[in-house]
């Protein structure tokens, strides 16, 4: 093997920041954002599951279970990460019913509440659900939308199935009426549909007129959260709703909610297409919101990013990280959530190894999101080890080596084929946007049901003309030109800078047919817009320019210029892996 | 006299399944893994044990492909196209409990002898799959 190729494969991996152009110590505190440390709370739980604790909320008299202490142990990580107190509860709470704790047990004494055990962990105060923000997708509402559209309507109208003034003393408030058919058979399950019919409702026109796409899952769970907040909200219910011992009312109103917002009644996880009944999901997790606190709106992404293993993922709402698009890296939970789902089901190392492996298909980008996830899990371990990251540096390692390897050779040939670094990324680049192309051609020819014949980038590159400062002019997420030809059932679209002028003109103008057609290409542009998440085409690059003797400070600086698609922003660990490479160049005597 | 649709959707409860497709489809897959890897003799045993509908379930249970696994839970694995082996045991605890809750101790405990020792610790732990977390104490 060539000294060359040793020196960039060693020089581009040395650290995991090296193969991105995020800033992965920002992400442990300060502005909210605590990726890392899920994964670390991820891996503490595991700990506590292989220690053989019970993760199990059950009616057993005592003052404090297996679940109260590990959601502690988790809290306090996160919040050493930078999260937030109630962020941190949330998040405790989702990865734990990930693991496989129920959301609720409960007769009057005790009565244990998933998101109140892990509130009470972060020992932090309850919250509502109207001060509950939903995650942001450009704009945000919050769960406000869905208590004031309830409370409206219990206003308007008498919603209860019977004259509530007929209840007599001793029997309204009582088991006579919480624990019989007046309750469980009428009252909650009738009630509660209603309520969250309307609260879901109003989550999704607040969505719209917002200028949002509607977010269906989050909108089912504010539906269902408020409704939860009123009505009883965990009782068992008649036979006609469920069996008892297994359905309670969160279910039941999420039924509806579920219905309302056009959700699937089944979902699916990632990698192992396992079903899980849609309902029963948005009941147990209104449950866990109704009970957590008040997070942030960092608090919420991460929440929701928790349950990007639903396969069905930002088509539905759940999270947007778990591909197909590659998002930027203080997104990605999916990864350690899986693990934590497949250890509390039994699975063993090797089975989650090839689950990981399997969910990499997802992406556009499989080597991108594999060495994404690969960073982010070494990154992690140096916060908290354990057997998730393990299993997952496992899962991705040997893509990362291939991707890198498959490089650094490519380059080697390339510049000793007398090639020049701007050449090189010139080419690199361009096939990199036509690979994407394909992806996302390949893909949303499914998802649209449309045949999306082909995608021509014409021309990618910084300055749309929006903006005239020279850093826009610089870099491509701050002021994106893009020309497109794209082909959709057999129609060919031509567009000349497209996000500057025609895609605003196209919304604002209400033309159905232009925004209809951009669905086709839009995934792609996104992904182009999202670059930097894992930069190694260009670090590699860079690296194999400096182990060949360039400037390591001149080789990165070309290949920011150069490659100012891929890296759409400046990149600090680029200077570093190239100095790194003529470092090590110059130890090598073999 | 239990139905076999509400013998089905019993499992589905049990299992947390999503339609009684799957419901029924766990059924025939871990009755046909049962056969290839009991004994006659125990085959014939267990079979008298069951009430009505699992016994039909029981007889009709066949599947189409190769069986020469060496456990049962592996044979199940594979036929189910289960992601991992522990989701293939959670089958066979699902319809072992299904068969707990309609049969005497009696006969769960003869039951339970003509089951390989594998199917032993699965049959004994599913006894416990049936209930939410309010319930154990109190059954």
């Not at chain 1, 866990?288 to 997070?295: F, M, Q, R």
């Not at chain 1, 492996?357 to 991108?368: S, V």
């Not at chain 1, 000793?416 to 990324?425: A, D, F, N, Q, S």
């Not at chain 1, 086709?520 to 542009?525: K, N, Y």
């Amino acid at each position: 093997m060539e000294k060359e190729i040793v020196a960039t494969f060693r020089a581009a991996t040395a650290k995991p920041d090296y193969l991105t152009t995020e800033k992965f110590d920002a992400m442990l505190g300060g502005w909210g954002v605590f990726n890392l440390g899920v994964w670390a709370a991820a891996n503490v739980i595991a700990k506590e599951m292989q220690k053989g604790r019970k993760l199990k909320l059950e009616v057993t008299n005592e003052a404090y279970t297996d679940v109260d202490e590990i959601a502690k142990k988790a809290v306090k990580k996160l919040m050493e990460c930078g999260a937030d107190p109630a962020n941190a509860a949330l998040a405790t709470a989702a990865l734990l019913y990930w693991a496989g704790v129920n959301v609720q047990c409960g007769i009057p004494c005790p009565n244990r509440k998933l998101g109140a055990v892990t509130r009470m962990a972060a020992g932090i105060p309850s919250g509502r659900v109207s001060s509950i923000p939903t995650e942001k997708l450009n704009n945000k509402v919050s769960g406000f939308a869905a208590t004031l559209a309830i409370y409206q309507a219990l206003e308007r109208e008498h919603l209860a199935p019977f004259d509530s003034k007929l209840l007599p003393l001793g029997i309204g408030g009582s088991p006579f009426v919480g624990h019989t058919a007046i309750g469980e058979d009428h009252l909650f399950p009738k009630l509660g549909q209603k309520l969250a019919k309307i609260g879901t409702r109003a989550m999704m026109k607040a969505y719209e007129s917002a200028g949002m796409r509607t977010c269906r899952w989050m909108s089912a769970l504010m539906g269902t959260a408020a409704t939860l907040e009123i009505i009883h909200p965990d009782a068992y219910v008649g036979e006609e709703y469920g069996q008892f011992l297994v359905t309670r009312t969160p279910e039941v109103v999420a039924t509806a909610a579920v219905e309302e917002a056009g959700m699937p009644e089944v979902v699916h996880i990632r990698g192992t297409n396992e079903e899980i009944k849609t309902a029963c999901l948005v009941g147990d997790v209104a449950l866990i919101l109704k009970d957590s606190g008040t997070p942030t709106v960092v608090g919420m992404i991460m929440f929701n990013e928790i349950f990007s293993i639903i396969k069905e993922g930002a088509s539905v709402g759940f999270g947007r990280a778990g591909g197909p698009l590659l998002l930027p890296l203080n997104h990605w939970v999916s990864a350690p959530s899986l693990a934590l789902y497949l250890l509390g089901k039994g699975a063993t190392q090797d089975e989650i190894i090839a689950i990981v492996q399997e969910t990499m298909n997802g992406y556009f980008q499989k080597e991108d999101a594999t060495v994404a996830t690969n960073i982010l899990a070494r990154r992690a371990e140096f916060i908290e080890r354990g057997p998730l990251t393990e299993a997952i540096i496992r899962a991705t390692e040997p893509g990362l080596a291939n991707a890198i390897t498959k490089r650094a050779i490519y380059a080697y040939e390339q510049m000793k084929g007398g090639r020049t670094l701007t050449e090189l990324l010139e080419d690199v680049q361009k096939r990199h946007i036509e690979a994407i192309a394909a992806s996302v051609v390949k893909t949303m020819s499914k998802v649209l049901n449309k045949d999306i014949g082909y995608i021509k980038f014409k021309d990618v590159r910084p300055g749309a003309g929006r903006r005239t400062h020279k850093f826009a002019q610089r870099h491509f997420a701050f002021d994106a030109y893009v020309d497109v030809e794209v082909k959709v059932d057999g129609k060919v679209y031509e567009w000349e800078n497209l996000l500057a002028k025609v895609a605003p003109e196209a919304l604002l103008k209400g033309d159905k047919e232009t925004m209809d057609a951009l669905a086709a290409v839009g995934m792609a542009i996104t992904e182009l817009l999202n670059a930097g998440a894992c930069s190694m085409d260009v670090v590699v690059c860079a690296c194999m320019a400096a182990a060949m003797g360039m400037d390591p400070k001149e080789a990165a600086e070309k290949a920011s210029e150069v490659a100012n698609v891929m890296i759409s922003m400046p990149s600090p660990g680029l200077k570093k892996a190239t100095q790194l490479a003529s470092d090590i160049m110059k130890g090598l005597d073999f | 006299m239990l139905t076999r649709e509400g013998y089905i959707k019993r499992i589905m409860v049990l299992g947390q399944y999503c339609s009684p497709q799957r419901g029924e489809e766990t059924a025939l897959l871990v009755f046909f893994c049962l056969k290839k890897v009991l004994s006659k003799e125990s085959y014939q045993n267990i079979f008298e044990l069951l009430p009505e509908p699992v016994k039909s379930f029981w007889e009709n249970a066949s599947l189409n492909g190769t069986s020469d696994d060496v456990d049962c839970i592996t044979l199940a694995k594979r036929m189910g196209n289960y992601p991992y082996r522990a989701a293939a045991e959670k089958a066979f605890e699902v319809i072992f409990a299904s068969i707990r809750e309609i049969i005497d101790d009696d006969k769960k405990m003869k039951l339970m002898d003509f089951l390989p020792s594998p199917l032993k610790v699965i049959f004994e732990r599913s006894k416990s799959c049936a209930f939410d977390g309010s319930a154990g104490d109190f059954l």
